[in-house]
């Protein structure tokens, strides 16, 4: 069998790079895809959409390069499009539309139609819980083609699939854990659904969809290592006896080689990289940590996916977020933010990262799109850096390679000799002045 990965042109800013090399998981997406493919034995050829479709024979993967599939979800996809190929159809991946998917849907172009009465298109036989309360199904840029003969441009050939390829729905498992979110005064409380699964699609096409695929990369991530691994699976289970929930998260860490861990530093339910250093008082929780992360003293990292190299220094708070390589995340806390190739930011940076009424929009294409959540950070471009001081509001991008400092007049430059005891001073024009002295409505309220 061969893949055919169609260069659709499309990059993810800030970063200007194309999907295939977003983060994911300590690697990248494209390592991850080319890793599914190659166990399956697939050839992988790499197309642009300009380029003339070749005779086709049956069974050829074509993917375009914003297409996100998780090893389950692959293997799941062409055992249920054969049947439909054999029939001399061209198959289009579909799930049913439940928390994991929307999960990754908003700004995206992923397709949600209605089941077909019957077929490949309908509703899983049997389905899992979040299926069978699923009304609708989704349908993303992955085929499985039947033979077809030469003509057009790969580009054309995708909006032709589009619309005529036969939907194929995988079946699914899914688990949703409930998360309470703040309420702004009397507001009635809500609740988020964090998805677990292995069998995972997305469309690519903006730097949200890299952090929400790194925060679906744990379950993903998990699944795999349990099914490729179920021998130290169970050891790690029975060194959990007598089996309380705790005992068993804190035995179930996966570790590389040359890992070390401080002896007070509390690491659980994580997958660490070669190399990996962890200090002390340090806490890991439900994280994925590339090659050579270092963790340093007394810092938190929760449910989070770091790049390799990253450095997270001493007392720093990290949850939720994801970063590429060799960045360095210095800040008291950093929530829902993803951090570009070798960027950092500030111990006092302000990554604000909520919107307690209404929702958060981001710019995609030029123009606001809605992400559907009241929670999220920004993001922060490849070698960019965010000083002290510096508020940036949610759904932010940083251009790579930007310097964003605080105001010079926010900084106290000359400190007088002569202060007087027990008054109240106040920055003034880079000195120190009696707060007294600058009332009245005349003065700068920035000074």
Known sequence: MRALIVATGRTIAPFDEPPPRAAYAGI????????????????????????????????????????????????????????????????????????????LRPVSSIAVEPFDDAGPGARPHKPWRAEAAATERCAFDAFLLAARRAGGTFGALLDELRASATRVVVKKRELGVPLRLPVLGDAQQTRAVVPLTSTVAAHLE??????????????????????????????????????????????MVWKGKG??????????????????????????????????????????????????????TPRTFVVWSASYDDAVLTNYKLQVSLVGRGAS??????????????????????????????????????????????LILPGRAVPNGAFIAMRPDELVSEIPRELPAG??????????????????????ATR
């Open 259 to 312: 890992v070390r861990i401080h002896p007070t530093a509390h690491v659980e339910a994580s997958i660490l990289g070669d190399g990996v250093v962890i200090g002390a008082r340090a806490s890991v929780r439900n994280a994925i940590l590339g090659d050579g992360v270092e963790i340093a003293d007394h810092a938190t990292v929760l449910s989070s996916t770091l790049g390799s190299n990253t450095f997270v």
């Open 345 to 390: 930011l500030s111990t006092w940076a302000g990554m604000i990262d909520a919107k307690l009424q209404g929702t958060i929009d981001v710019l995609h294409d030029g123009r606001p799109v809605s992400t559907e959540r009241s929670f999220l950070g920004s993001c922060i471009g490849h070698g960019a850096f965010v000083g002290a001081k510096v």
């Open 206 to 251: 903006h730097w949200v969809h890299v952090l929400w695929l790194n925060q679906l990369a744990f379950g993903i991530r998990w699944m795999e290592i349990v099914r490729a691994h179920k021998a130290w699976t169970a050891w790690r289970v029975l060194v959990g006896a007598p089996w309380s929930v705790p005992a068993l998260l804190r035995s």
């Open 28 to 103: 990248t997406v494209g390592a991850a895809l080319r890793g599914a493919l190659d166990r399956r034995g697939v050839d992988v050829v790499e197309v642009a959409a300009s380029d003339p479709v070749p005779e086709l024979p049956g069974e050829t993967l074509l993917l375009a390069d914003t297409v996100f599939l998780s090893d389950k979800c692959l293997g799941d996809f062409l055992d249920a499009a054969l049947d439909v190929v054999a029939a001399g159809k061209h198959a289009r991946l579909a799930l049913a539309r439940t928390p994991a998917v929307d999960f």
């Open 423 to 444: 008054v109240p001073l106040v920055r003034d024009r880079g000195t120190l002045v009696p707060a007294a002295s600058l009332a009245g409505p005349a003065r700068d």
